[in-house]
């Protein structure tokens, strides 16, 4: 809490808030949020993917699509396919 005088007779208390959950009552500021798929830095976005990628062909009730998952799935966890890539819209 800061306390700025406004005025010689006056004071202005501004009140810092912080995100917290709702919870456990904790913000997540020195803590951050836990990872659901833990993975070193230098496979922090391979390993979701080919996560995502085996979800998605398990689940998929397309055939011609589970197949083209399967293909990107194998590739993906051999690391032989190149990483999408995402660009912003402009």
């Known amino acids: 809490m800061a306390v700025r ?3 010689p007779t006056q004071t ?7 995100p917290a959950n709702p919870i456990t ?6 803590d951050g949020v ?6 070193p830095a230098v496979g922090a976005q391979q390993t ?6 085996r979800t998605l062909s398990t689940k998929s009730n397309d055939p011609d699509g589970r197949e083209f998952l399967q ?6 966890e051999k ?9 912003l819209r402009q």
Do not use: C, G, R
Not at 34 to 39: E, L, M, R, S, T
């Open 5 to 7: 005088p406004d005025t």
């Open 12 to 18: 202005q208390t501004h009140h810092h808030t912080y």
């Open 25 to 30: 009552k904790i913000n997540w500021e020195h």
């Open 34 to 39: 836990k990872p659901d798929i833990v993975a």
């Open 48 to 53: 979701p993917y080919v996560a995502i990628l």
């Open 71 to 76: 293909k990107a799935f194998s590739f993906a």
């Open 79 to 87: 690391d032989e396919s190149e990483m999408p890539v995402h660009k």
